[in-house]
């Protein structure tokens, strides 16, 4: 599921986080009076603006997915304070795996027995648009676009910035019938997973800068494969590679970010359909078409060949790879920098003489690639860290309460708060907990923090100056999942070396690179009758073009114009225009949905 991978890297990440000292303030004992500014008159159990949000309290049945190792929300410390301070209590159903939650609702809905509230809170497997859609137009949902314009203030400002999750969450007939999610990562986030380790950069004289164009990022792989080669570098040893990952068609993020530079567009080899991308934010291409897509072939069919990239490549198992990686045989990686061995860094101050005295404020041992130009392209583009959910929070004909469910889902939808103010409700709080009790920033800039160690002796104490984040996700926040709104953070994150210092790039290569133009909407809907097409090109079209990428790549089929050619008739084939059609139709009405 994607929201427990999600949840657990946030997790994982929590275990390295360096502890600072506790300060700030405390959460009051009661509720503060403090509120956004509401519209709307309400109901006669609501209040039209402040807390609490219902007159008196009321109970609103939940069936939520949520693994048997993810806390229950109703034991969640922050989750009591909302239930206190807007006087709505939740009683939860708990649903383990997607599967089971999709049939517990299709079992509920035909009995009649289902509960006010659906909580997928996940990725679309548990209850997809297609299942939204249906049941919307069955009756069993609630079209929530009337109680957005009169009761969520928040939400509408929050769409009119981020006018994709709306056209994401309406459905054919033009009402919502569930509350979206959307979330930006900070700078710890992976917009490409193309890092490499410091060292070799700054071996190659690129000790300031990374390259800017394709054909530039392929000297940089040469000059490092030269001197590794060479043996005139610190600690040499056997068996190095200027690129090492594991794949069994050979293709990986590094490809994508070659065709990206090529084709200036978002595209990706072995993501989805395969290399469909939109052109002048208005057409879409297949771009195994275009010159770049063999280009990017002949690249690393070269890189093959040279010995840039490990050998074993197609068949090496994963735990392989990762013992390779973390040993540092890699100049250049598929994943991120945090399982490197600290000690074997060979830009490690302490390990490395050459280094000595550096400044390690900003970590070391990881630097990252900006997107690329070209010959075919002069702008260089790269996806946000983050995006869209839908439908993690929908409402049934059987809630009484609209109303105020609409006021309630509006408080996580907030971009203007104080999240240093305990008392008021805001997005951080429910995900991070209260400030100055389990969080709170360690710079007068509020752009770096830590979360607060629990103090020996007290439930959920580790023994090693961390906090429990067993005890963490059990007992005080839900550890980065909101039930619906926005997560959006800008700030650094205590942690390793490598860590930080990935982080620090992301922010000086990527981010400044961030951008939807150009990108194929994920939150795009096609039609049941699009979708029925498309699948029954796509899983072919799909596997001979991940096929066709390992066997030009390996060198068992020559790369040349005939084999080319043979190849793009074979695309059209298994049906590379109808799918180019059937996703330029959709493609057309999600701009219609954005203007």
């Known amino acids: 599921?994607?929201?427990?991978?999600?949840?657990?890297?946030?997790?994982?990440?929590?275990?390295?986080?360096?502890?600072?000292?506790?300060?700030?303030?405390?959460?009051?004992?009661?509720?503060?009076?403090?509120?956004?500014?509401?519209?709307?008159?309400?109901?006669?159990?609501?209040?039209?603006?402040?807390?609490?949000?219902?007159?008196?309290?009321?109970?609103?049945?939940?069936?939520?997915?949520?693994?048997?190792?993810?806390?229950?929300?109703?034991?969640?410390?922050?989750?009591?304070?909302?239930?206190?301070?807007?006087?709505?209590?939740?009683?939860?159903?708990?649903?383990?795996?997607?599967?089971?939650?999709?049939?517990?609702?299709?079992?509920?809905?035909?009995?009649?027995s289902y509960p006010d509230v659906l909580l997928p809170l996940g990725d679309g497997t548990a209850l997809s648009w297609q299942d939204e859609e249906a049941f919307g137009r069955e009756g069993f949902l609630i079209d929530i676009k009337p109680y957005l314009d009169k009761y969520m203030p928040n939400a509408q400002h929050f769409f009119s910035l981020y006018p994709q999750l709306k056209a994401g969450q309406t459905a054919?007939?033009?009402?919502?019938?569930?509350?979206?999610?959307?979330?930006?990562?900070?700078?710890?986030?992976?917009?490409?997973?193309?890092?490499?380790?410091?060292?070799?950069?700054?071996?190659?004289?690129?000790?300031?800068?990374?390259?800017?164009?394709?054909?530039?990022?392929?000297?940089?792989?040469?000059?490092?494969?030269?001197?590794?080669?060479?043996?005139?570098?610190?600690?040499?040893?056997?068996?190095?590679?200027?690129?090492?990952?594991?794949?069994?068609?050979?293709?990986?993020?590094?490809?994508?970010?070659?065709?990206s530079g090529y084709v200036g567009s978002q595209t990706a080899v072995d993501v989805g359909d395969g290399p469909f991308g939109t052109r002048n934010n208005k057409d879409v291409e297949f771009f195994a078409e275009h010159p770049g897509y063999r280009k990017t072939l002949e690249m690393f069919r070269d890189f093959y060949r040279d010995g840039i990239i490990d050998p074993d490549v197609f068949t090496m198992e994963r735990p392989t790879w990762q013992a390779r990686k973390t040993a540092c045989k890699y100049a250049c990686y598929t994943d991120s920098s945090s399982s490197l061995k600290v000690d074997l860094i060979r830009s490690n101050p302490d390990v490395n003489p050459d280094y000595a005295g550096v400044d390690t404020s900003k970590g070391f041992g990881c630097r990252t690639f900006r997107p690329l130009t070209s010959e075919y392209n002069d702008k260089a583009r790269i996806g946000f860290v983050g995006g869209g959910?839908?439908?993690?929070?929908?409402?049934?004909?059987?809630?009484?309460?609209?109303?105020?469910?609409?006021?309630?889902?509006?408080?996580?939808?907030?971009?203007?708060?104080?999240?240093?103010?305990n008392s008021v409700p805001n997005p951080i709080m429910f995900t991070m907990g209260f400030y100055g009790e389990h969080w709170e920033y360690t710079n007068l800039q509020r752009n770096q923090w830590t979360f607060l160690q629990r103090m020996d002796g007290e439930p959920g104490d580790a023994g090693d100056g961390k906090i429990d984040w067993?005890?963490?996700?059990?007992?005080?926040?839900?550890?980065?999942?909101?039930?619906?709104?926005?997560?959006?953070?800008?700030?650094?994150?205590?942690?390793?070396?490598?860590?930080?210092?990935?982080?620090?790039?992301?922010?000086?290569?990527?981010?400044?690179?961030?951008?939807?133009d150009n990108r194929w909407p994920d939150l795009a809907r096609m039609t049941e009758d699009e979708v029925v097409r498309a699948a029954a090109k796509s899983v072919d079209l799909r596997e001979y073009l991940y096929t066709s990428w390992a066997t030009f790549m390996s060198g068992q089929k020559e790369l040349n114009d005939a084999n080319w050619d043979d190849f793009l008739t074979t695309c059209k084939q298994l049906g590379s225009d109808e799918i180019t059609e059937i996703k330029q139709a959709v493609y057309d009405r999600w701009n219609e949905a954005m203007k």
């Open 470 to 516: 067993t005890y963490f996700g059990t007992y005080i926040a839900s550890g980065w999942l909101l039930p619906c709104g926005g997560y959006i953070d800008d700030n650094f994150v205590d942690g390793s070396p490598m860590y930080v210092a990935k982080q620090y790039t992301n922010k000086d290569y990527q981010f400044p690179y961030s951008t939807n």
């Open 172 to 259: 054919g007939n033009g009402c919502m019938y569930g509350f979206p999610f959307y979330f930006e990562d900070g700078y710890g986030g992976n917009i490409h997973i193309g890092y490499m380790e410091t060292y070799w950069a700054d071996k190659i004289g690129y000790a300031d800068d990374m390259p800017y164009s394709v054909e530039e990022f392929k000297e940089f792989m040469y000059k490092i494969k030269a001197v590794m080669d060479s043996g005139d570098y610190f600690r040499p040893e056997p068996d190095m590679f200027t690129l090492g990952y594991q794949s069994k068609y050979g293709t990986c993020t590094y490809a994508n970010l070659i065709l």
């Open 389 to 421: 959910i839908i439908n993690t929070m929908l409402l049934t004909d059987k809630c009484k309460y609209p109303e105020i469910m609409a006021r309630w889902a509006d408080m996580f939808f907030q971009l203007d708060f104080d999240e240093t103010d």
């Open 1 to 112: 599921m994607k929201t427990t991978r999600l949840l657990a890297a946030i997790l994982a990440l929590v275990f390295v986080l360096s502890i600072a000292a506790s300060c700030g303030s405390s959460r009051p004992s009661s509720p503060g009076a403090g509120a956004p500014v509401a519209s709307g008159g309400g109901t006669d159990m609501m209040n039209a603006t402040g807390y609490p949000i219902a007159k008196s309290p009321i109970t609103v049945t939940a069936l939520i997915l949520r693994g048997p190792e993810d806390g229950r929300w109703e034991n969640l410390i922050v989750n009591q304070w909302y239930e206190e301070i807007s006087n709505v209590k939740f009683e939860y159903e708990y649903v383990n795996t997607n599967d089971e939650y999709k049939t517990q609702v299709n079992l509920k809905f035909a009995s009649g």
